[in-house]
């Protein structure tokens, strides 16, 4: 009774050392998922891809803005012979030598409303002609334009309504990014739980297996247990060892996994700490749908897709009539053998042009470029209206699915309580000689098997956390919007 009872003090010990060999403080989800978010590559690839769609952003607002551009040519410098037609009819190759530079100083603008351009130059020219030493200045003091296109499509107006939305996508994007961040480094994070859970469990039954196998060659000498069970405990011995390796390496794969994830350089081990409490909130799958076509890209994609489709159909259907442009110049102009004579009492300069090009006959190409514009607007709202439905279904669908886990959460972690301490009472009892070998392995197996479906209980549930949190860009834990200082 002696050597049992010494034999039980060394079985309490070495389970209190399996529990006590946490290196360094544990992290928490909450931890890795702000590691995450912080320095991964998937992170700092949403961020440049953010800062991106905000410049580009940018370049297209600056094309509505007033354009100062100065243009030129310094110098135009030219020797050669070139081909001159004489009065006779015969050609003659003249000597040429000669520089011809130009500057031309413009302000102009767009207007997105008729879809031309206005605006406003300043021209100077001069001609050297060497081969006669002869200068000569021609230039523009003043001048207004206008570049207009007539009952033709204008792409300008279509921009506008278009690339805010676009806009507008990327910034979800990005929020939506970095929440897939979170749910990648939950996903990461519980693989590697499970792994340290099945390190813990298979330690700790190596342990036991092993400190019973000693209790049982003790009884076995006294005649309360037969060699069969004996044999049966070392077996159990060696399939604690066999699992206790594989558990190793599941660990040191999974370590490998998360610590890339989260770009960790350092050979620290990682030890993760079990998720304790679980955000206590209701979600309504009203509000879900709601906040989801409100924040998500995806909801933004549907509108943008359908003013593409509907920008595309205009185009087919303007591009196909008459097109017609008007071009007009109003300003002043002048010459001279000096550039102060330029402008002096400079005289009146007029251009307007207007170029049409009218389709007569064209057998049906221009009808049926408009059909297949009209057939893949048609299409485009099939598949946006499609979409939607999908998105609502995943929305509710992710709903109800986080309700139910919350529940399986409570669950199996009663059951996982209820099985330890059957585990702990089929051990003592077998101790006592009260219990077979083959009932205190079904204690340790439905053990074991609670612990894991306990931990395997909350990854699913966490990861449904996460993956509502994307879906809607809402956090219902804190009734609030995601936005970019919560990622």
Sequence with gaps: MKTILQVLGMLW????????????????????????RAQSLAAKQAATQKKTNYWQYRSFQANFRPQLALEGTLPGFTRSFIEVLQPDGTVAFQPVSNNNSLLNLSLSQQV???????????????????????????GIPFAIGLEQPLFRFNPLRWSRKIEPLRYQEGNQEFLETME????????????????????????KNLSNN???????????????????????????????????ASAQQAAAVATLKLKMYLSLREEKELVLEVPRELPDFDVDPQRALAEAFANRSEAIAFERRLLEGTREMERARKENGLNASLNATFGLSNRGARPSDVYHRPQDREFVEVRFALPIL?????????????????LTEQVVEQGRLTFEQEIFTQVTLLQM???????????????????????????????SVTDLGIAMQEKDRARRDYILALRDYWQAYYALRLL????????????????
């Design 13 to 36: 010990i070495s389970t209190l050392l399996s529990y006590g060999q946490v290196p360094g403080q544990p992290l928490s989800l909450g931890e890795v998922v702000q590691l995450a």
């Design 112 to 138: 997105s409303l008729t879809g031309g351009t206005v605006f406003v130059q300043h021209q100077l020219q001069r001609f050297d002609d060497f081969a006669r030493n002869n200068t000569l200045y021609n």
């Design 180 to 203: 897939q961040v979170a749910v990648t480094a939950s996903e990461r994070y519980f693989e590697l739980l499970v792994a340290q859970v099945n390190l813990q469990i298979a330690q």
């Design 210 to 244: 092993d400190t019973l196998y000693q209790i049982a060659r003790q009884k076995l000498e006294l005649g309360k247990v037969s060699q069969n069970d004996l044999l049966q405990l070392q077996m159990g011995v060696l399939t604690a060892r066999k699992d206790y």
């Design 362 to 378: 064209t057998w049906g190409r221009n009808r049926a470029r408009t059909e297949v514009a009209r057939a893949e607007l048609e």
């Design 405 to 435: 886990l919350q529940q399986q959460v409570k669950l199996t972690g009663l059951a996982d309580q209820i099985a330890a301490n059957r585990y702990q009472i089929a051990q003592d009892r077998f101790i006592l000689s009260n219990l």
């Design 472 to 487: 809607t860009l809402y956090d219902f834990e804190k009734n609030q919007k995601i936005t970019a200082g919560d990622a």
